[in-house]
Every structure is written in C-alpha cells, then in structure tokens.
C-alpha cells in the first residue's frame, strides 16, 4: 500500500510512541525527523535521574520540540520512583491531609524533578472521583470519594505541576471512580444518568479546565448514556460535547493507551482505535507500552489511509496536529548548560523528514556534537523530606504504639494493577531494628508467625486487607493472643480488626508513605530534616 507522505507524517505528529530500555532505538530518533509527536518514559526506561537526563537529551539531539511523557503521579504509581517506591505519596494521601496548598507544593516538586531530567508531560494528575470502594485500577490514585474535595485538589495539583513547566494532564474522562473493572483488561461500564456523571465525576475536570490545564486523558469506559456502545475515547458527545463544549477545554485530548482491552478490544485493533480517536476528537494518541517500529508505522498508514478514504477528515487530523504542537510549543525543556555530559545523538544522518517537511531543529550539542546533559545535583533529587512531611499529614492512627516496641514486622504479598507494576513497598528501608518478612495470607498459619516472632509483638502490613480473608483472619487470632499493630496501605474501608492495639492507614504504598507509618509506630532511629519551601 502507497501511503501519501504528507498525511504521514501529519498521522506521526499526533503519536506518542514508546521504546523498551534506557537508551533510545535509532528507529525513535528517526521517527521524530519524520514528525512523530514524542515518546512515553515507562519504567523499564528508567534507571536513575542521570541517565533519564542523557536519554531525554538523545531524544532532543533529533528534534528540540519532542514531547516526552511519563506518568509520575506519585505514590502507588511512578516511573522515576520505581526501583524504591516514590518518594511523595500519592493523590490519597494528600486529599486525607485536606491542604490544597501542600497538594500544590508536592506536584510542584514532582514538576521540578521532571524538568530536570528533560520530561515535559506529566500524565497526570488522576482527578477520578473513587466512588467505588474496590475500583481495581484506581483507589489510592485518587484524592478521594469527595467531588468538592478532589476538584479542590485537582486545581492546586495542575497548578502545582504547570509551575515547572511540565505539561499536566488530568485523567480519566469523563470519570473512572465508579468502576469495577479495570479497562486494560476490558471494557468498564459506568451505566448512570448524565445528571449524575455531570454532579459527581465532572467537577474535578472542570476545576482542572479552570486552573489552566494543558491537556486531559480520554478513558476507555463505556458511559451508555453518553457514549452507547463504545468507549468514551471514541465518542465525540463525550470529547466534543461535553468536554469541549460544556467544560470548555482547548488544549490536547490526550488518550489513554489505545494498546489496552478497553479501547483495542473496542475498535479490532491499535490503528483502528487510533482512527476512531482522532474521529472522536482526541489530538495525540499515546500507543501503550508495547511499541515497536512496526507498530507506529502501522498506525500511521491507517490514520493516513482513513484520512484518504474518507473515514477521517483530514482537517480533523491537522487540526489534531496542530493542538500537539501547541503543546510542545507551550512545554519548557530543560536547557542543558554548559559542562554537561556529552551525549550520541540517536538519529545523527540517518533519517530524513518524510514529505519533505520543514528543517528540524536540534537541541544544544556540545564540542563532540552530542547532546550537553546537566549532571546530576542535589537540586535534581526529589524532595523526601516534603514528601515525608505531606504523608505524615495524610495518615491516620488509631489506638497506642505503647506495646508495639521491638516487633515483628510482617508484610502480606500483595498484587499490583498495570497501572503501578512492580514497585518496592513496605517498612523494611526505613526499620532501625525491627525485621520485616514477607507472607503469602493463604499459606501462612498463626503457629508460623508466632514461632517467628517468639515473645515480639507483631506489626502486620498489607494492602486493601479487607479483600483478603486469609489476611483478616490471621490478624484477628494474632491479635486474641498478643499485642497486635496493622498498618494498611491501600485504599481504605470501614473493616477494623477486634483487638488489635493500633490500626494505621498511610493511604498509600510509596516510600514516603512507608516512611510515615514507620514513624508514627515508633520504628525509625534517624528524624527526617524539614522539607525545602516551595
């Protein structure tokens, strides 16, 4: 198939593609001579802020007006956090400790670290509305079960994020709080009025569209109301008539990954969801995870093919494309100063710009004609100590530590949603004494623990306890016959087991968050040092 090079490389500059390790591929360089919008950092491109500085840097030695994305929510979900848990906690924790202003200092602090190793996109904040109390794919992510209280914090995270330059995107519209599933497995359905959607899920997205928000995530969910059949991604009442009409949004409609059940389940593929995105309205397509050269060129041919055979109108796509480049034209890249390390362009003669497009301009080079990355100073660290500081404010504590000295840690397995991956978590980093092992609920008896801990109270850890009967039972039995702590980590309920001595709830699994209830049990030798001031 002949693909016209021009709608090529108009298709190229709605994508957001992605690559596997921490270095760039030749072909990712190529593609942004040829248009393509920018690329999505996921963890496996991440190894500490020194080498995602040279990588952002490699990406900009092809083209100065790249976008690179990451989600960095802080909390249960993080890239640049993802070999030790981040260092802030997430959107729950914050909404508990109920100060806007310190929402807004800590996504400010997420927004200086980004920018300091060159991302320019934050995907986030998540501005879901957690109505449902085992929603699988969102829970600590949110701010909260309150629309009033996570539109509040909605306003102070965009705010916060933006003041570092970094593009906030708030998701998932039009409201993912309600669901039951999780649409990187299938297709959700949030089967309730409009009047509804428009008094409980909306608010927040509002606040985000007031506070200047520069682009907003499209959920794959299936509102029947709103969108009939299909996802909310490819549904132009939802895209154009509520968010752009009724909320008033002009910047980039930006999808969720279009690899996922929800939405290439939807359309029988990843190049028909993207067509039936962009039908819809949304602007800059992020492909998933999973992407290789194949793929994006397979994307692109059938949104330029649709643009020629009439299932897309091309003025939609340059219209999509436009809104893209008003986006990286708004993002502030990090200007490497002089003295970087220097940095092989990944695309250095090997590819020209399809179509015969503009000249493509390229980031700062240094003497060897590499790309000048800053190094790494303290400056560029995340900021633990504010982090700590926004996670003691989160948490709750009931009871008395009085009898939890010196005790046995034990932290519960727990699963992890696509979403977070696999992230470090519990109080072991942070235990001046005490020991932490590690348990499956369903293979662990009392006489095991007890045996363990020998005359050591014992401190259970675990995430969303009360779906784990095996977990609850074992605490309560603990508990009838020795002094008993619990820590929960995720999403919280009303469940409290009888006879424990404290029950703490961090709203949270991120090193802070862990950090916090360390503390707050008496289990940390060393103070943290008060936070710097934003």
């Not at 400010?108 to 934050?122: E, K, M, Q, R, Y």
């Not at 970094?166 to 990187?184: E, I, R, Y």
């Not at 690899?259 to 492909?287: K, T």
């Not at 590819?351 to 980031?363: D, H, I, P, R």
């Amino acid at each position: 198939m002949v693909i016209d090079p021009g709608l090529r490389r108009l298709a190229l500059r709605t994508l957001l593609a992605a690559f596997p390790g921490p270095t760039a591929p030749p072909w990712a360089g190529d593609l942004l001579l040829d248009g393509l919008a920018g690329h999505t950092l996921f963890g496996g491109n991440v190894v500490d802020p020194g080498q995602v500085a040279g990588l952002t840097a490699q990406l900009r030695s092809a083209r100065a007006d790249v976008l690179i994305a990451i989600d960095e929510e802080g909390g249960d979900v993080t890239r640049l956090g993802h070999r030790t848990g981040s260092a802030y906690p997430g959107n729950a924790a914050l909404g508990a400790a109920g100060n806007p202003d310190l929402t807004r200092r800590v996504y400010a602090a997420i927004g200086a670290d980004l920018a300091a190793v060159g991302i320019n996109l934050d995907l986030a904040p998540t501005v879901d509305v957690n109505t449902a109390d085992d929603n699988p794919i969102i829970g600590t992510r949110s701010f909260g079960a309150d629309p009033a209280l996570v539109a509040r914090h909605t306003a102070a995270a965009v705010t916060g994020l933006q003041s570092s330059g970094v593009a906030a995107c708030a998701k998932h519209f039009p409201g993912h709080g309600a669901t039951v599933s999780d649409s990187h497995l299938e297709l959700p359905t949030v089967d309730v009025p409009l009047s509804l959607l428009r008094s409980r899920d909306l608010p927040p997205f509002a606040a985000a569209v007031d506070a200047g928000v520069r682009a907003v995530m499209s959920a794959h969910i299936r509102v029947p109301q709103l969108t009939g059949d299909g996802p909310a991604t490819f549904s132009r009442s939802a895209l154009n008539g509520l968010l752009r009409d009724e909320l008033g949004f002009k910047g980039v409609i930006v999808t969720d990954a279009l690899e996922m059940r929800g939405a290439a389940g939807a359309a029988g593929s990843i190049p028909r969801a993207a067509v039936a995105a962009l039908a819809a309205g949304a602007d800059l397509l992020c492909i998933g995870a999973v992407v290789d050269l194949d793929l994006v060129e397979a994307v692109a041919a059938e949104i330029a093919a649709a643009a020629g055979d009439g299932r897309l109108d091309p003025a939609r796509l340059e219209n999509a494309a436009e809104r893209t480049a008003v986006l990286a034209a708004w993002s502030r890249p990090t200007t490497a100063p002089a003295g970087g390390v220097s940095v092989t362009p990944i695309s250095a003669g090997s590819a020209t710009a399809a179509a015969g497009g503009a000249s493509v301009s390229t980031a700062p080079t240094s003497a060897a004609g590499g790309a000048s990355v800053p190094p790494a100073t303290d400056g560029d660290r995340p900021d633990f100590e504010l982090g700590v500081e926004a996670a003691r404010q989160g948490l709750r504590f009931e009871g008395s530590d009085d009898r939890l000295r010196n005790p046995l840690v034990v932290r519960f397995v727990a699963g992890y949603s696509i979403a977070e991956g696999k992230v470090p978590w519990g109080l072991t980093p942070h235990l001046a004494t005490a020991e932490e092992i590690e348990v499956v609920a369903a293979d662990t008896t009392v006489e095991s623990i007890t045996e363990r801990a020998g005359d050591r109270p014992v401190v259970l850890v675990g995430r969303r306890l009360h779906n784990c009967p095996a977990a609850r039972t074992l605490i309560e039995k603990l508990a009838a016959e020795r002094p008993v702590g619990v820590v929960e980590m995720g999403w919280p309920s009303t469940w409290r087991p009888a006879g424990v001595d404290a029950f703490v709830i961090t709203h949270g699994a991120s090193l802070a968050n862990s950090r916090a209830a360390a503390e707050a049990l008496g289990l940390v030798a060393a103070a943290v040092p008060a936070p710097r001031r934003r």
